[in-house]
């Protein structure tokens, strides 16, 4: 059934109405559309079109290297499939980073050829000519700092991030930043929960967490990670709602089994 929250489609301005009265936000990622789709059915608040997709749909061991075209493909086929979602799009490593004029084309690229309603990027300070290049063309931005999966070589690890006071004043600075320079709101990615809170507090844009405690505006998770379909990714933030990976080989192994004993298809399954 759906309620007044599922029924409006949901804008940036949307999301900050949502921050002011309370009411948390809901985001998870899609790749594709017949998942956005049940996604947007649910009444999902924000679609991610992540670039995790580089790793739980194309099984690279890290999210740099997908393509924008690839993510302009997944982007296109998520807008398919929704209705009321926010549809934000990750721009991938090496599109953006160091070169303000190709983080525009990037942005212009992605908002064009998919029809998302806005991009997100990572990083701080090192980033803010890009962000106020993009939000100049009108394109609405979301950052992302803590663990900021394509700087994975800098940090050798996925450990959680700022728990040392001189990276979480760092953070809370390009929080900050991000929000004076215009981003709508910002992705707060495994870091200590305190910090989390005080960020959301502090800002006035929604802050949307993963690992990053309750006291954050909205919460976010690779869609297949809580479905349990990746199953070798195990931290303490995520939540499996489902394990989605053994249903699916019950299936397909039930399948297997009928075709090879001719039991499939029957006398009502064929013309
Ligand atoms: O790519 C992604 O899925 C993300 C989320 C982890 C926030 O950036």
Known sequence: MSTESTAKVVTTHVLNEMKLRGEKIAMLTAYDYSMAR??????????LVGDSASNVMAGYQSTLPITLDQMIYHASS???G???ALVVVDLPFGTYQG???????SSIRIMKESGA????LEGGKEILESVDRILSAGIPVMGHLGLTPQSIHKFGTYVVRAREEEEASKLVDDAHRLQDAGCFSIVLEKIPASLGARVAHELKIPIIGIGAGNGVDGQVLVTHDMLGITQEFSPRFLRRYHNLFAEMLGSFQAYIKDVKS???PNEREQY
């Open 78 to 80: 998520v807008v398919r």
């Open 82 to 84: 929704v209705k009321r």
């Open 38 to 47: 049940i996604l947007d059915a649910a009444g999902i608040d924000v679609l």
């Open 117 to 120: 309603d806005a991009v997100k």
């Open 262 to 264: 001719l039991d499939f």
């Open 99 to 105: 070169n303000s004029k190709l983080a525009l084309n």
